[in-house]
């Protein structure tokens, strides 16, 4: 058994314990990442399947991550735009394949109008919330009370415009049930990522990828640090108290001043505390769950759909594959598709052979693209929900009325515990830039009580 002494130990070497623990270094303090899994980087994973690179995890950039914007640069790393000339294709209720530009989807004039103001309303409920701090708007409570889709469904009868309104935040972003997350949830979400309106907009929100993958941010930032993280060392218990922490992985323990936990929140209960949290974690941690979303990725010898025009950004509330785009790699010959298909769904199509599973999401990928898309060279699922370590994709949110009820103590540091995880983010929240911030923000109010 290795045992070490360190200032910090940091407990997951994802993009968020990672940045921290650069900062900490840099600032003078001696650091040890202890990672579970037999790689960095948590749910940035960028991987050769069948000769195909591929972006397992996390892969876009949008204008306004600034963190991840300025880490990208630092490290010296390359972005590319994703793929957006010609058509996209919106599937409506009639279940026909619909050509359109811009941002509203195809559907009657009436639907649009009710999109139209819907957007309107929600995106001045946005620009009233403060992404760190949702739970401080003086109608957090009542916002935290109402589920996403009765509100939606109590401001218009049309039942498509309530679809398409309800996946921004619901299929696309939160993946859970727009029943089971409250409107406060979805708030939180958009004023993360600047407006209601932003998060709709495929072109912000997906706008550039990593030359080489994502996953080279928490490569080169592990790199710096250098022996000072452990591979294979899941924290199995965590001692804690006024004089510092002890952590204890499967093959060494670490005694330091302070621990970061950088893991997603719902991995707390995986570590035993000695003693146990207080009473407001151990009912807190119960309360934030994991999303669930399916990353297809299919790659075809040639991006065939721009031969017709298409983007390949495509689009349907009745889909099984909701949303899917041109994710072709930077310089690549052969053209490759991804997919998303989210909640409920994922959990239908895991009830089925993996054959049938496979059958059944690239025929929904041929609604928008035609029968060409059900014969991929290489065909990928990203499955996050069953990593022991993850458990679910993208992110964790809180329950119904839990954000207003525990928010503002989410990120709180119990004696010389801090928290840090995209999952916690205010801006960039449930994104690597979220995650950049938080660790920035906990290594500085460690060097800060270091200090004192
Ligand atoms: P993360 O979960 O990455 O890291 C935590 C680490 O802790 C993991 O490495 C884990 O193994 C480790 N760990 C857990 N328990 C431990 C224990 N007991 N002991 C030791 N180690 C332990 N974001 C974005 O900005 N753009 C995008 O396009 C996407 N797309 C996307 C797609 C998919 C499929 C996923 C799954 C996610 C995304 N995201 C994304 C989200 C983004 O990837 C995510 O928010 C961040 O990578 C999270 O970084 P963290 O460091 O906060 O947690």
Not at 104 to 127: C, K, Q
């Given at each position: 058994?290795?045992e070490l002494n360190r200032d910090v130990v940091i407990v997951g070497a994802g993009a968020a314990g990672l940045t ?433």
């Amino acid at each position: 058994m290795v045992e070490l002494n360190r200032d910090v130990v940091i407990v997951g070497a994802g993009a968020a314990g990672l940045t921290a623990a650069n900062e900490l270094k840099k600032a003078g303090l001696s650091v040890a990442v202890l990672e579970a899994r037999d790689r960095v980087g948590g749910r940035l994973h960028t991987d050769v399947i069948d000769g195909a690179m591929l972006e397992i995890g996390g892969q876009w950039v949008s204008p306004d991550q600034q963190a991840l914007i300025d880490t990208v640069a630092e490290l010296g790393l390359e972005t590319f735009s994703r793929y957006r000339d010609g058509d996209s294709v919106y599937v409506g209720p009639d279940g026909v394949a619909q050509r359109f530009t811009g941002e509203m989807f195809p559907v009657s004039a009436e639907t649009e109008r009710v999109i139209a103001d819907i957007t309107d309303r929600l995106d001045a409920m946005v620009a009233e919330i403060d992404p760190d701090r949702p739970w401080a708007h003086e109608r957090a409570a009542e916002w935290d009370h109402v589920t996403w889709d009765a509100w939606l469904r109590a401001q218009t009868d049309d039942d498509e415009a309530v679809r398409n309104l309800a996946f921004a935040t619901g299929s696309a972003m939160l993946t859970k049930p727009t029943h089971t997350f409250s409107l406060l949830q979805s708030l939180l979400m958009a004023a993360s990522a600047g407006s209601y309106s932003h998060l709709v907009d495929a072109d912000f929100i997906l706008d550039k990828r990593v030359v080489g993958g994502l996953q080279q941010v928490p490569l080169l930032l592990a790199e710096r640090l250098g022996e000072d993280v452990f591979l294979n060392q899941a924290v199995r218990t965590l001692e804690w108290g006024d004089s510092g922490v002890t952590a204890i992985a499967d093959g060494m323990t670490v005694r330091a001043r302070f621990a970061i936990l950088a893991l997603a929140p719902n991995l707390y209960p995986r570590i035993s505390f000695v003693p146990a949290l207080p009473r407001l974690q151990h009912q807190m941690h119960q309360h934030i769950s994991m999303g669930f979303v399916i990353k297809v990725h299919a790659v075809y010898d040639r991006p065939f759909w721009r031969e017709q025009g298409l983007s390949g950004t495509a689009f349907s509330p009745y889909e099984i594959t909701h949303e899917a785009y041109d994710n072709t790699n930077h310089g690549d010959e052969r053209g490759t598709l991804v997919g998303f298909v989210s909640d409920q769904r994922a959990d239908d199509v895991f009830r089925l052979s993996a054959e049938e599973r496979r059958e059944a999401i690239l025929e929904s990928l041929s609604h928008y693209y035609g029968p060409e898309a059900k014969n991929p060279v290489v065909y990928y699922e990203s499955d996050w929900g069953s990593e022991e370590w993850t458990r679910g994709a993208y992110a964790a949110s809180f329950d119904m009325g839990g954000l207003h009820r525990y928010g503002a103590d989410a990120r709180e540091a119990v004696g010389p515990i801090s928290f840090a995880c995209s999952d916690l983010a205010g801006a960039g929240y449930q994104h690597v830039d979220g995650a950049i911030r938080m660790g920035r923000l906990v290594a500085s109010q460690i060097l800060d009580g270091a200090r004192a």
